[in-house]
Structures are given as C-alpha cells and as structure tokens.
C-alpha cells in the first residue's frame, strides 16, 4: 500500500487548524516540502510538545513525504526562540543522516500562515486565492506528519493533543479522544478558576468563541489544538459578538481612512490586492462591490482590528460578512507580485500581539504534559475537515473497538475517513455525529 492510500485509510487531516485532506495535499509533486512548526497563534503549546516528544516519528514522516512528493529542497520552519525542540529535532536529522535545512523565524505573528512562511523561505507569493502548490510547495504541519508516521503504522487517528490553558487550575497539554467534550477537556485541566466564563476554541486570534452555556455541546475535532478559558466579558469575547450593523454605523461615524488596517494586513504585504480600509469606506458610503469582492483574500488573522485599527473598529469581522455574503468569486488580475518595502518592518512581534488582546496574564503559564483523563463518551462529528462530510458506517447497537472504522469518505469528494476513538457502544448515529458510549466488554 502507498503513502497516500496509508494516510487517506487513517484519515489524517491537517493538525495545524485548516484540517485539509492530507491524503490530497500529498498526492502531487512539488520543489519546496515546508514544515509548518512555527505554531501560529500566540499561547498554544501543543505543536512545542509534539516536536519534543515525537521528535524522530516527525522527522523519519517528513523524509517518507519528500520522497513521495519528489521535494528538492526539505524546509522546518520553527521559531528561534524554541531552543529545546531545535536541539531535539537536530540531533534526530543528523542521526538519520537526512538533509532537512532549519529555517528560524523571528516570533512574530502571524509566522505560522502558510502563506506567509512560504514567502519568508522562498521569497515567492502565492497567487490571490491560491494556495502553496501553486508556487511549488507543499506546506504541511508538524502534527500532520506525527500522524501520517502512525498512519503507516496502521494506526488511524483518534485522538487529539491539546492545549488547556487560561482560567484553569491545572494548565496543561492534555491527551483526549477524538469527540471528548471541551467542558470535560476543562475539568481534565482541573475546572476553572472562576465562575462565568467563555471559552476560545483554537488560538485567540482566529479560533471559535462559545459562551459558557454554548460550550456544553461542543467537542474536539482532528483540527483543534487548544481550548483557551477567559472571563466571560473579556475584549475578545465582547468584540466578536458585534452584529454587521452596529459595525458598519461604527464605520460610517469613526473609521478615519488612516489605512493602519491594510498597512499591517499580511496579505497585503505579500503582494495581494486586499486593501481593509477601502473596504470599511465602501461598507459605510458605496457598497461598491468591486471593492467588497477582495474581502476573499481575507485570511482572517485578526490583525486589522485586534492590533491595527486605532479606532477600535473590525475589519476583519466586515471580511468575514462580504466572504460569505458575496457568491461571485474575485478573479484575480495579476500576473505578477511585489511586496510593499516596508514589510519587513510591519511584522507584529508575538508578545506585543498578547499584550494588545489582553492576554499577557497567562503567558509563563506552567503547563503540566500529557495529562489523561477517563472518557466514558464520546461524540464524533461527520465533518472534521474542510470538504464532505464522511458517510456513517455503524447503527445504535453496534459495537465498536478503538481504532473502527465508523464513516467512509464521501465518494469522489474531499472527504476523509473516521474511527471510533473509544471502545464502546454506538448509542446515536445520524449524519452529522455517531456517539460512542464506554463499555466494558465489546465482543
């Protein structure tokens, strides 16, 4: 069997956040294999771990990769600052004799966007509503290829690392299966700390927000690596529950054409047509739906409004609006591409990035490693990638062991294949989730 046949019967998606088929994203030839270790968002640790504690699974998964993908040319990308993990990544590569240059970043945010590292390393900007193949790299994220090791193993994926931090007793890195809820990822974590809370879901820049009562039915995908816990009423919270309207009566009476938005956008800063500031001045006075059609190029960072904008207005939230509000796709005119000459001082340095959203706080959290709790349930989404969902397998009754097959990828679709990820019983299966309770005895 193939590496992409091992990794498709898996079910392996990418770890990092965008949770693209890997089994996809592999199945091409290109110059550049890029490693994604940079960990993007500000306050995850997940990736860290990994590096340490999988060190040779990652680097013996990254040759097999290049090999397949025929890569001249094998990049790590991580930040210099991660000493420890350098040193372990190192020693692995000259053990194994592999020629893996080490490409070390400076920490600042957004470093982790594909995009982004793609150009530091290769000086090459992806085309306006591309992606990395089509400059001749393939991207691709450190827990991705710790479980595209296991894939040829024959080991499927179904369980998640991730990151517990914030408002809790006990911040740690903990290990959880693929469905485990994320108030019970908080009380592995030891409980909060305090008594109303919220909850982001993946960084604080660019993850999903839930209230304390909307937490209740969310669970961990192959795509998330951190659950962070705020107070209730914190920045962040407060400044994504904002309707379009209220943002676009704030647009009209205080956005003050200062463009910072678009000054500090990184995608604008790699060449792309993606302007913020024109694009709030066509939201409060023209509609003009040229303009409002490169909300596309929107990678959602964050930076506009959470680091930017002096006015305290969100251009990143009209982006999303316009995204998914405007069914015609921009079409790119470019041919070619040029960065401003001040980029290289535009970059936003990572702790500047925390002290700004009002984080600093939990930075020199100390993080407990690999912490296990008992999970007696758990409830496994249909889709945990971008692309179709996967078809059910199993009906209320079956009973299943870790590791199962449980729903096939859609047929001639980007889709992906799912595995229990406890022993039990299935005691709901729709097409949207299969629920899997604990059982002692599964014949």
Do not use: W
Request: proline fraction near 4%; charge should be neutral.
């Amino acid at each position: 069997m193939s590496l992409i046949d091992d990794i498709y019967k898996a079910g392996v998606v990418g770890a990092g956040g965008a949770g693209f088929p890997t089994h996809v994203k592999y199945n091409c030839q290109a110059e550049y294999l890029i490693i994604n270790g940079a960990e993007c968002e500000p306050l995850l640790m997940t990736d860290k771990y990994l590096m340490r504690n999988f060190a040779e699974e990652i680097i013996e998964a990254i040759y097999l990769v290049a090999e397949n993908i025929k890569a001249k040319k094998i990049v790590f990308a991580l930040k210099k600052k991660y000493k420890k993990e350098i040193t372990c990544l190192k020693e692995i590569s000259k053990k194994k004799n592999y020629e893996i240059e080490f490409f070390l970043m400076d920490s600042f945010y957004p470093a982790g966007d594909e995009q982004i590292m793609v150009y530091e390393i290769t000086g090459r900007t992806v085309p306006e509503g591309g992606i990395p193949i089509d400059v001749g790299a393939v991207v691709t994220n450190v827990g991705t290829l710790k479980n595209t090791y296991f894939a040829l193993e024959n080991k499927p994926v179904t369980d998640k690392y991730v990151s517990v931090l914030g408002e809790v007793n006990n911040p740690s890195i903990i290990k959880v299966p693929i469905g485990t809820s994320v108030k019970k990822c908080i009380e592995i974590a030891g409980g909060t700390r305090i008594e109303e809370y919220s909850v982001i879901l993946g960084g604080p820049m660019m993850g999903k927000n839930y209230s304390q009562e909307e937490v209740e039915g969310v669970t961990i995908t192959k795509r998330d690596g951190a659950v962070i816990v705020v107070p209730k009423d914190h920045f962040i919270i407060k400044r994504n529950k904002q309707s379009i309207e209220h943002i676009k009566n704030q647009a009209k009476a205080a956005c003050i054409q200062c463009r910072m938005c678009t000054d500090f956008c990184p995608r604008f800063l790699i060449g792309h047509e993606l302007e913020p500031h024109k694009i709030m001045r066509a939201l409060a006075y023209s509609d003009d739906e040229e303009v409002l059609k490169s909300a596309q190029l929107c990678c959602e960072c964050g930076i506009c409004e959470l680091y930017a904008c002096p006015m305290g207005l969100s251009p990143r939230l009209v982006n999303v609006h316009y995204k998914n509000k405007i069914s015609e796709k921009y079409e790119s005119q470019k041919e070619s591409y040029q960065a401003p000459p001040m980029r290289d001082f535009r970059k936003i340095p990572t702790d500047r990035q925390i002290a700004r959203i009002d984080l600093s706080k939990y930075k020199h959290q100390q993080i407990a490693e690999n912490i296990k709790g008992s999970i007696d349930i758990v409830e496994i989404k249909l889709i945990q990638h971008i692309g179709a969902p996967a078809v059910k397998i199993v009906s209320v009754g079956d009973k299943v062991n870790k590791g199962d097959l449980i729903a096939e990828a859609k047929e001639n679709s980007l889709s992906i294949n799912i595995h229990a990820s406890i022993k039990g019983e299935v005691v709901f299966a729709d097409d949207d989730q299969i629920i899997i309770k604990k059982s002692e005895v599964v014949s």
